[in-house]
């Protein structure tokens, strides 16, 4: 488990020298993202899931990353992209790309969407199942009940 948790490792992308994004606006992503799970009554781990993708992309070489990092636009795209992703597999329904363009407010298109999730997985290495302490502690507690 723990060399599995090393492959999921990210660093702090907030510290990069070309970096535009700061700890305020990860901040407000991430209470966006939030916001948008509790109206649309997800899970709140598909949040959390999401923003582990998030961090981990951002920490990758990967064009779109380094865009991002210098680009709050192109940043607001990956994190619609990741919210897309963890919808996907931690959800019982799939969330449409074009529901998630609307959250954009028509800022990022479908396409754009659909292009950015097979960049991230790539750049993942489709790692998108790490160890997580919540799924964990929740089958602990159930087990214990």
């Known amino acids: 488990m723990l060399r ?45 899931v999401s923003m582990s993708y998030l961090d981990r992309f951002m920490c990758t070489s990967s064009p779109t990353a380094k865009k991002a990092r210098k680009d709050r636009k192109e940043y607001q795209l990956v994190v619609l992209t990741t919210l897309y992703i963890a919808t996907k597999i931690f959800e019982p329904f799939a969330m449409d790309a074009s529901l998630v363009s609307r959250l954009s407010r028509g800022v990022h298109s479908e396409e754009e ?13 489709w790692k998108v199942n790490g160890t997580l302490a919540s799924p ?10």
């Open 136 to 145: 964990l502690h929740y089958c602990i507690c159930t087990l214990s009940a």
């Open 4 to 48: 599995q948790e090393e492959e999921y490792e990210c660093h702090d992308y907030l510290e990069f020298d070309d970096t535009k994004i700061d700890e305020t606006c990860r901040t407000k992503m991430t209470e966006w993202v939030f916001q948008v799970v509790d109206c649309t009554r997800l899970q709140r781990e598909t949040a959390s």
């Open 113 to 125: 969407i659909i292009a950015l999730e097979y960049e991230i997985l790539v750049a993942l290495q």
